[in-house]
């Protein structure tokens, strides 16, 4: 064994002979591979090579970074605010009332005190309005501010009449117009003539365009017959006026 590594080393070209011996074995043979395979693993690994990762897109930032702007706390409503909403409301609130008042306030008793005699009606010249009711008719009292309405409006075109069913002076009148419910309106042109009538609870925009029809003149109401909800004349409390010129 001497011999041979004695030769060997003196004669470097005997190396050809005993060349299988250096060989590396069969299992070995491939360093080259598991070289690469630690060689890529460097790359990805090498502080100078760090490892890549997923840039996060717009998206993804705004759901993992907090964001640094702050919500405004809610304003509070100044003095002044507070002031003028409270000089608003009690302002509404008196203009309510005096809306109401004036006109819900209406009753059966201000028509009758600024209705014309039925006399006097039928002999001016002008077209008349006459309207039989009675105290006790609650569609008549709905009425009132509606009626009390139209009456200002065309007071001085128009004649406006209340004749109470339960004053027995009425009684010619009371069959003459066919009054069998109330309230009753008769419409007279300016010769006293009727032209039509409605009956009961009605639109007040009815009633003011029959109005409106008398006070230009016109040969014939547009709502010459309409009846709604009315209250029985039948149910009508007779008593004898003392003052048979009352229109009451």
């Known amino acids: 064994m001497s011999l041979s590594m004695a030769t060997l080393s003196s ?16 299992f070995v043979s491939f360093p080259f591979h598991h070289h690469y395979n630690s060689h890529k693993f460097k790359i990805f690994a090498s502080p100078n090579n760090p490892i890549p990762q997923d840039t996060p897109t717009s998206t993804e930032k705004l759901v993992v970074e907090p964001s640094n702007t702050k919500e405004s706390p809610p304003e509070i409503p100044s003095k002044d605010i507070n002031r003028k909403v409270a000089i608003v409301s009690i302002l509404s609130a008196l203009g309510f009332f005096l809306f109401t008042r004036l006109d819900f306030g209406v009753s059966l008793k201000d028509l009758t005190a600024v209705a014309l005699p039925y006399e006097q009606a039928l002999s001016n010249g002008k077209p008349t309005v006459v309207e039989f009711y009675a ?27 209340m004749l109470n069913v339960d004053n027995t002076k009425w009684e010619q009148e009371l069959d003459e117009f066919g009054v069998e419910g109330i309230p009753h309106f008769a419409f007279l ?26 006070a230009r003149g016109e040969k014939s109401v547009p709502h010459a017959r309409v009846v709604g909800q009315y209250s029985s004349a039948e149910a009508r409390k007779v008593h004898q006026v003392a003052d048979p010129r009352s229109h009451g």
């Open 189 to 214: 042109d300016k010769d006293g003539n009727e032209e039509g009538n409605v009956v009961g609870r009605l639109p007040r925009q009815l009633l003011l365009e029959n109005v409106d029809a008398l």
């Open 135 to 161: 105290d006790w008719c609650e569609v008549c009292r709905e009425l009132a501010p509606d009626v009390y309405k139209i009456e200002q409006q065309y007071k001085d075109q128009v004649n406006f009449v």
């Open 11 to 26: 004669n470097p070209f005997f190396l050809h002979r005993f060349q299988p011996s250096l060989q590396f074995p069969l």
